[in-house]
T-cell receptor
Framework: QKEVEQNSGPLSVPEGAIASLNCTYS??????FFWYRQYSGKSPELIMS????GDKEDGRFTAQLNKASQYVSLLIRDSQPSDSATYLC?????????????FGKGTKLSVIP | GAGVSQSPSNKVTEKGKDVELRCDPI?????LYWYRQSLGQGLEFLIY????????KSGLPSDRFSAERTGGSVSTLTIQRTQQEDSAVYLC???????????????FGPGTRLTVT
């Protein structure tokens, strides 16, 4: 059973602070990891992807991957109220010719003005 | 460029009727995926296509669900004899290819909200 675990939150941070979102996954062989943002009533939007150990930065977002610990995280610097959304961690599992993106249940982030 | 489009955006149907949901992927994307998201629930994988073939149908909840893709582009998800538990948002996504790495990045359409009364 391929699993992706996230803390459901809600995670509340003050405006301007760093928000830290965490995710663990079960399949040690996974190679592709994604973070999606989903506003209420909208579809998921891809915001970060990461494929190798270490950090990847894009603007205010930093994704971190540690394959040995089977751990992925997303840091949002200088959090804004517009960052308030549910953040979904997704892991691409492959095997026996099949590829399946498995999502965590999401962490709800609230940025307080 | 144009993103993934889905139609209809909303569908209300009576229990027992058949429905068809349509997805038009991003131009040039060979892979297409269907997911379902029930109220307050996570994203549930249904099926994916590589070109016109569907290597993995394991996520389809029952034999009332089927999907096809023709011409390597548009896909239709059909639900026969709808039940109230089929009520959900049906999401379609596409990616450049089915593979590990950047080509696998999936981009979602706006979804179809299905309500079965």
């Amino acid at each position: 059973q391929k699993e992706v675990e996230q803390n459901s939150g809600p995670l509340s941070v003050p405006e301007g602070a760093i928000a830290s979102l965490n995710c663990t996954y079960s399949d040690r062989g996974s190679q592709s990891f994604f973070w999606y943002r989903q506003y209420s009533g909208k579809s998921p939007e891809l915001i970060m992807s990461i494929y190798s150990n270490g950090d990847k930065e894009d603007g205010r977002f930093t994704a971190q991957l540690n394959k040995a610990s089977q751990y992925v995280s997303l840091l949002i610097r200088d959090s804004q109220p517009s960052d308030s959304a549910t953040y979904l961690c997704a892991v691409l599992y492959s095997g026996a010719g099949s590829y399946q993106l498995t999502f965590g249940k999401g962490t709800k982030l609230s940025v307080i003005p | 460029g144009a993103g993934v489009s889905q139609s209809p955006s909303n569908k209300v149907t009576e229990k027992g009727k058949d429905v068809e949901l349509r997805c038009d992927p991003i131009s040039g994307h060979t892979a297409l995926y269907w997911y379902r998201q029930s109220l307050g629930q996570g994203l549930e994988f249904l099926i994916y296509f590589q070109g016109n073939s569907a290597p993995d149908k394991s996520g389809l909840p029952s034999d009332r669900f089927s999907a096809e893709r023709t011409g390597g582009s548009v896909s239709t998800l059909t639900i026969q004899r709808t039940q109230q538990e089929d009520s959900a948002v049906y999401l379609c996504a596409s990616s450049l290819a089915v593979a590990q790495g950047p080509y696998s990045e999936q981009y979602f359409g706006p979804g179809t909200r299905l309500t079965v009364t």
